[in-house]
């Protein structure tokens, strides 16, 4: 979606006549993505989906890293589980973790604990209260609750207009804006997508009846 009016300023840059391709860059660099649903690929396995963030950004893998990642975010040994063997709550975790290995400015969670018990949601709350201390966490949620036990400021918005903004504006260092492009290596793509037909065996043998 692009605003309606007003500028949105990343690092000094304007971002009024990005295009498709610039938000793409932006996105990659600069922001970190917590789903409600998780949107992870259950096929495979936390390293796998863990590592598609870092080849996205083409940086080196570096599988230590990654650990120490699984260790901090409380899923420790979790590395060759697949997605769908984890509890939603361990799901979170590894979606947390494959935001994080970007090492982005910015985190941002749209119902992180939606589909979680509440036992849960508390200890992911707690989790990105700590991960807070070093980056921008925006989190939207409807728990007030949850808002006002966690959030250094809460903005609140109704039916599309704010009716409260307790945030302080304070002046930020100026930096330059830099973004790196996000495309996906050839060699990795073709794996993915090889990867993803052996795990549809019935969907597979269907669509090659049909072609034929």
């Known amino acids: 979606d692009k605003y309606d009016n007003g500028d949105i300023i990343v690092d000094n840059k304007s971002t009024k006549k990005f295009k498709n391709k610039d938000w793409d860059y932006y996105r990659n660099t600069y922001v970190g993505f917590i789903f409600q649903e998780f949107n992870l690929l259950d096929e495979y396995n936390v390293y796998d989906n863990i590592i598609l963030s870092i080849k996205l950004k083409k940086e080196k893998v570096l599988l230590d890293r990654i650990d120490k990642l699984l260790t901090n975010v409380g899923i420790e040994g979790l590395g060759k589980r697949r997605i769908n063997e984890l509890s939603g709550g361990q799901k979170q975790r590894v979606s947390i973790a494959r935001a994080l290995v970007k090492n982005p400015d910015i985190i941002l969670a749209d119902e992180p604990t939606g589909s979680l018990d509440e036992e849960t949601g508390k200890q992911i709350f707690e989790l990105l209260k700590i991960i807070s ?19 250094d400021g809460v903005i609140e918005i109704q039916d599309g207009k704010i009716v409260s903004n307790n945030i302080e504006n304070n002046n930020v260092e100026n930096r330059t804006f830099k973004t790196k492009k996000s495309r996906l290596p050839f060699k990795d793509s073709i794996k993915f997508a090889f990867s993803n037909l052996s795990s549809h065996k019935v969907k597979l043998f269907f669509t090659i009846l049909l072609v034929f």
Not at 133 to 151: C, F, P, W
């Open 133 to 151: 201390s070093e980056k921008l966490v925006i989190v939207v949620t409807h728990d007030r609750e949850y808002a006002n036990q966690y959030a």
